[in-house]
């Protein structure tokens, strides 16, 4: 079945620690996208990236990082630059002209 | 400023009540709107879009919408609203790589 793998599923990171999480798709999608999940603010775009060895920062860039050196896959860093990382990650993926197909998103907890 | 907004932060109704989440957008150019919707512990799943053509749309589940472009509106309806309807909504727009979501409402339904 096509979909979007995103894991861990749950991820708890010290504090000063960078830690990646990995999205894949099998969808043949030139897009992928990067949002965060905060109760009650809705979907926040971090990064996107249209094409391969290309991406854009989204609204909330800062302490994220990512790299797209494959159309599959999508990872992205949470670097200690991020002050408040504790959140709902969520991967997405679109082919052109198409609604977006989200993963199942990854749960990173600081402790 | 490109924007999505929706009313209603959370919605409590009783099964078989009608549905009505209102969403409004602003922003130009080509019109892409979608709503999504999160059941508990599950990813976001497309429930409809509308890209163009006939402003009703119908989607998945018995729901629909209506583009009143005149109001700036994409609400979100259903006739009767089942238990199993209890998620969060989240309406978006926008084109590839810019697209916005409100911040989501929660539907409560009372059994």
């Known amino acids: 079945d096509g979909g979007i793998t995103q894991s861990p599923k749950y991820l708890f990171r010290k504090e000063g620690q960078n830690v990646t999480l990995s999205c894949e798709q099998n969808?043949?999608?030139?897009?992928m996208y990067w949002y965060r999940q905060d109760p009650g603010q809705g979907l926040r775009l971090i990064y996107y990236?249209?094409?391969?060895?290309?991406?854009q920062k989204g609204d909330i860039a800062e302490g994220y990082s990512v790299s797209r050196e494959k159309k599959e896959s999508f990872p992205l860093t949470v670097t200690s630059a991020q002050k408040n990382p504790t959140a709902f990650y969520l991967c997405?993926?679109?082919?052109?002209?198409?609604?977006?197909?989200f993963g199942s998103g990854t749960r990173l907890t600081v402790v | 400023a490109q924007s999505v907004s929706q009313h209603n932060h959370h919605v409590i109704l009783s099964e078989a009540a009608s549905l009505e989440l209102g969403c409004n957008y602003s922003?130009?150019?080509?019109?892409?709107l979608f709503w999504y919707v999160q059941y508990p512990g599950q990813h976001l799943q497309l429930l409809l879009k509308y890209f163009s053509g006939d402003p009703l749309v119908k989607g998945i589940k018995g729901f629909e919408a209506e583009f009143i472009k005149s109001k700036f509106s994409f609400n979100l309806r259903k006739p009767s609203v089942q238990w199993s309807d209890t998620a969060e909504y989240f309406c978006?727009?926008?084109?590839?790589?810019?697209?916005?979501f409100g911040k989501g409402t929660k539907l409560s339904v009372k059994p």
């Open positions: 997405a993926s679109s082919g052109t002209g198409e609604s977006y197909t």
């Open positions: 978006a727009g926008g084109s590839q790589g810019n697209l916005i």
């Open positions: 922003y130009g150019g080509t019109v892409n």
């Open positions: 990236s249209q094409i391969v060895n290309d991406f």
């Open positions: 969808l043949n999608h030139d897009a």
